[in-house]
């Protein structure tokens, strides 16, 4: 019992640190490709690299996790809440690793290769890759990242919606319908 409730709890924290790079990622990004806000140039380029190191992060940890798990799915004649739960589960972990592609292979363009292994940005945010690709690719990678924002707050509210329900099954053992 130790050891499902110590991997249980190794799992939420794991989940929180993802939660938090995944957020830090998003704010940072949006607020240093906010072209018409006042952010001094410096500050800019830090929340760049900070984005930049929060989505690493966040990608890394997904990856692992898709390792780890696999493809969740659990085939059954009708659609539950847990099968529905698995591939909302996928859906998010394939837009994740999506958006963190676009922008990484848009920062490669133009012979930049060597912003595909770095963990730093090797050119600064301003000098930015000039071809069609890269600007198609930096569009996907906003494109998503908005999507993505609805996406975390529909998981937050599913799964704050499944804790009260378990927690009222637990205390009066009603289901839900």
Known sequence: MNAVCDSAG????LHAVFAAL???ALVTGFSAFNWRAPIPG?????????????????LVLLLLWVLRRGIA????????????AALAQNALAALGILMASMGWLARAQDGRWLELISPLPIHNLVSRPD???????????????????????????????????????????????
């Open 131 to 177: 071809t069609w690709l890269a600007h198609q690719l930096y569009y996907l990678h906003a494109l998503i990242a908005k999507v993505l924002v609805a996406a975390i707050v529909a998981h937050a509210l599913m799964a704050a919606w499944h804790r009260v329900g378990t927690m009222l099954t637990r205390v009066d053992g009603r289901t839900r319908e």
């Open 22 to 24: 995944t957020v830090t």
């Open 73 to 84: 799915w659990r085939p059954r004649a009708h659609a539950d809440e847990a099968q529905l």
């Open 42 to 58: 410096p500050l800019r380029e830090s929340l760049f690299i900070m984005h930049r190191w929060a989505g690493f992060g966040a």
């Open 10 to 13: 190794r799992a939420r924290g």
